[in-house]
């Protein structure tokens, strides 16, 4: 009952514990990092991220911290980016790192599944125009690769359009010499995960520690 007591308008994480799946155990756990992020305020901005160390050497750091900033991520019907968010937002978004629970059915975890690949698709479709276009992809892969110093940045650019044309022979086969392929759309981009294992790539792990340096892991791993 700790977890519970400690934290403020409890029918409301209620609600949430419903709507993420979070136990309110982890719920409680969030709330207190939530709440060491923004050292005791009511909301997160973009610079509260740089105290995660797990962060700070993820080559798609930036990706991670706007996805908490994304409106498409936690409003249905909702595009743009806001400069702050409160625990609710931050626990949505961190829902997404859930994995399923084993009581779920086949339906309600390709649910989580499609949920989790479109968290991902928002990532990568930073202009908010539901297609993850050449550019968009190019500066994905040019950040993955040219991050580890092995490739240089053109190295990097011609593979990220090479993957593009692969991406686009798989998504609507065969093209003409004259046509040009716009993007990934979201139908594509499942198309193209068809059979990924999405869950081990996007996880979180709550480590039970003492108050002062309880926090949470969660893990990113780039497809």
């Not at 923004?38 to 610079?47: A, F, G, K, M, V």
């Not at 990220?160 to 044309?165: K, R």
Request: aromatic share 10%; glycine share 4%; charged share 25%.
């Amino acid at each position: 009952m700790g977890a519970l007591q400690s934290l403020p308008a409890q029918p409301e994480y209620i609600d949430l514990a419903q709507k993420t799946g979070f136990s309110f155990e982890q719920i409680a756990i969030l709330h207190k990092r939530f709440k060491q992020l923004s050292r005791d305020e009511e909301t997160l901005r973009r610079e509260n991220f740089s105290q995660i160390p797990d962060l700070a050497c993820n080559p798609i750091r930036t990706q991670i911290i706007e996805a908490f900033f994304d409106k498409r991520n936690y409003h249905q019907n909702d595009v743009g980016m806001v400069e702050e968010i409160g625990f609710k937002e931050f626990l949505v978004v961190m829902s997404h790192f859930r994995p399923p629970s084993h009581r779920m059915t086949e339906e309600q975890r390709e649910n989580v599944r499609t949920e989790k690949l479109r968290f991902l698709f928002n990532m990568h479709d930073t202009d908010n125009d539901g297609t993850i276009t050449l550019e968009e992809y190019r500066h994905v892969v040019e950040e993955l690769l040219s991050r580890s110093g092995a490739l240089g940045k053109e190295t990097a650019k011609g593979i990220a359009d090479a993957a593009m044309l692969e991406v686009a022979s798989i998504s609507v086969g065969h093209m003409e010499p004259d046509e040009f392929y716009e993007g990934i759309t979201f139908e594509h981009f499942l198309k193209l995960l068809k059979g990924f294992e999405i869950e081990s790539r996007m996880n979180i792990r709550f480590l039970n520690m003492d108050t002062s340096t309880l926090f949470f892991l969660f893990s990113f791993s780039s497809i």
